[in-house]
Nanobody, 128 residues
């Protein structure tokens, strides 16, 4: 079982930047995929960025060109660089891992039940 712990959230003004980190520990399958989700109050959890084990990435349309997902070697930290932040980006951000599917597929289809591990989340607040 993979354990995940996010950090790096906070409050920032519109147009600012934040970098979220997610520490990955536990038993890590060689083909696991990772990603970031977010959930704003009163809204459904949505996929933001995905990184499959083969390096394939995908982003929600709302963050393309502004957010970048990356992972260090030996894959024990996942990052989400967020630039040009907007008030609409305000949400709790969660990192997630899946062992039996591609995260790009999980996010594209919205099948949250396929996620094997979730972090507790970190709050991002963007003020106008």
């Amino acid at each position: 079982q993979v354990q995940l712990m996010e950090s790096g959230g906070g409050s920032v003004q519109s147009g600012g930047s934040l970098r979220l980190s997610c520490a990955v520990s536990g038993y890590i399958y060689s083909n696991y995929s990772v990603g970031w989700f977010r959930q704003a109050p009163g809204k459904r959890r949505e996929g933001v960025a995905a990184l499959d084990s083969d390096g394939t990435t995908n982003y929600a349309d709302s963050v393309k060109g502004r957010f970048t997902i990356s992972q260090d070697n030996p894959k024990n930290t996942l990052y989400l660089q967020m630039n040009s932040l907007k008030p609409a980006d305000t949400a709790m951000y969660y990192c997630a891992a899946v062992n039996s599917a591609r995260m790009t597929t999980v996010q594209a289809l919205g099948v949250m039940a396929r996620v094997d591990s979730w972090g507790p989340g970190t709050q991002v607040t963007v003020s106008s």
